[in-house]
């Protein structure tokens, strides 16, 4: 009885912390932001994800500011890509939306509500993660789709599994959706693992989705289906991906330039390569020197 409620209580505390963490500033993060919901917070309503940042300033802790009066608009069901320099804030400016930090100033506002006066649980129930460390627990397939909605279906966990390409790994094994993973069980590969997150996600149904792109190379194979599999997922949902691969992205609604000084340019992939700014000189960079990351 208690095993399951332990199981969500590490998830819980694991979840902020993967976030802020993204990738190499995991081991930074051995405190935990301490953001507290408002005495009069309000359970958020189903957000459409109308997403806006007005004059947000936000620096770490000791640290002076990442991101200085950032204004950007991202409307519901929008694409929207951000690449830019290694450091430049681009996680940074995602991990204000489930408001895992506090911002200096500004507000950031989705559906026209500050996130500030929703209670942080209702938010982050409503937003997605896609990133390159995925988070397993020890247990079965099952149990580790289900995380993304306990109490879901046996058909609608196939559903999810279907939508991420992961039904014909599962209907191979003996044990089908039973099986166990983990450390005493079947030893999923890096591009499995990201197919669980993402059919986890597909589950958990959220109308706002942050993907940060995979730097590691996987298999073309696997590659092709995650890409797919994200693209399903992205579907109807306001999509911000934090961008490596310049190659992922050009079909994005708008791509985003972050650089140290702010938004340096914004447009579609055609519009900022003809106008011969960052993007052009980084897409050049990469499709010309070859397998670049767009974080150079
Ligand atoms: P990359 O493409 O390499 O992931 P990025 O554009 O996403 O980079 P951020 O990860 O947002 O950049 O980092 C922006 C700045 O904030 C960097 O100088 C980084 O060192 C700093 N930073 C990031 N996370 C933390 C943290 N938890 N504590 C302190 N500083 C941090």
Redesign the pocket.
Known sequence: FLKPIEKINALLELYPRGM?G??R?CE??DTEPDVKDADDAIDAPRLKGNIEFNNVTFG?EN?SH?LKDINLKVRAGETLALV??????????CSLIPRFYEIDEGEVTIDNIDIRAMKQQSLRNQIGIVQQDVFLFNGTIRENIAYGRLGATEEEIWEAARAAHLEAMIQALPDGLDTFIGERGLKLSGGQRQRLSIARIFLKNPPILILDEATSALDTETETMIQQALEKLAHNRTTLI?A?RLATIRHADRIVV?TEEGIAEQGRHEELIAAGGTYARLSAAQFGGGAGLA?V
């Open positions: 802020a993204f990738r500033y930074l993060m770490y640290h990442v830019g320099p290694s450091g430049a804030g681009k996680s940074t400016l934090i490596h972050v974080t």
